[in-house]
């Protein structure tokens, strides 16, 4: 699975025994100048961090899907599980 375009996915790592539960969202949305690339994590239940990362003209939305699955891919491997699909 893995972006195409414009769209959201959220995977979460939970391990009941080491009372770990976190999640990951990555999300690739339309902005005023270009695509922005938005990254959201945390645990589950509290506050989350957030980073946009904007691709102006300069860089396209290719740019950015590419990014995204870079993210993506990382996280799985790191043994993330995905919880929404892609649209």
Do not use: T
């Not at 695509?35 to 860089?59: A, D, N």
């Amino acid at each position: 699975m893995s972006f195409e375009g414009y769209g959201k996915v959220e995977v979460f790592w939970i391990i009941p025994d080491l009372n770990r539960k976190r999640y990951y969202s990555i999300s690739v949305v339309p902005g005023l100048l270009g695509p922005v690339l938005v990254r959201s994590w945390g645990r589950i239940g509290e506050g989350r961090l957030r980073q946009k990362e904007h691709f102006f003209p300069e860089r396209k939305l290719s740019d950015a899907v590419q990014m995204a699955n870079r993210l993506l891919a990382a996280k799985l491997r790191k043994g993330y599980c995905i919880f929404s699909p892609l649209p």
